[in-house]
């Protein structure tokens, strides 16, 4: 059972930055045989997609319309984490942040194609 802890979660003001990370441990196989992804919920809205990176050396990433320009999603594989690197937040990026993974993804921004899931991090982002 994949484990997933996110931190680097906080409040920042508008046009500001935070760096996430989710460290990974307890893969079945290799770390870098798995897609990953970063998600984000608000409150009273559903589960959407923020960012998704390919596995071992196919690093292709994608992003949501919404953060395009400025989110970065990376792996850092030989500690096993994942980051995301977010500036100019906006207060619409307000949210639980959670990273996920699986072995298989189709649509890397899809939530309902992850099974394994990190606990969140809280950002608020708040003049």
């Known amino acids: 059972q994949v484990q997933l802890v996110e931190s680097g979660g906080g409040s920042v003001q508008p046009g500001g930055s935070l760096r996430l990370s989710c460290a990974a441990s307890?893969?079945?196989?290799?770390?870098?045989?798995?897609?990953m992804g970063w998600f984000r919920q608000a409150p009273g809205k559903e589960r959407e997609g923020v960012a998704g990176?390919?596995?071992?050396?196919?690093?292709?990433?994608t992003y949501a319309d919404s953060v395009k320009g400025r989110f970065t999603v990376s792996k850092d594989n030989a500690k096993n984490i994942l980051y995301l690197q977010m500036n100019s937040l906006k207060p619409e990026d307000t949210a639980m942040y959670y990273c996920?993974?699986?072995?298989?993804?189709?649509?890397?921004?899809?939530?309902?194609?992850?099974?394994?899931w990190g606990q969140g991090t809280q950002v608020t982002v708040s003049s």
């Open positions: 996920a993974a699986d072995l298989w993804v189709g649509d890397a921004l899809d939530p309902q194609q992850y099974n394994y």
């Open positions: 307890k893969y079945t196989t290799s770390y870098t045989d798995y897609y």
């Open positions: 990176i390919g596995v071992s050396s196919y690093t292709a990433t």
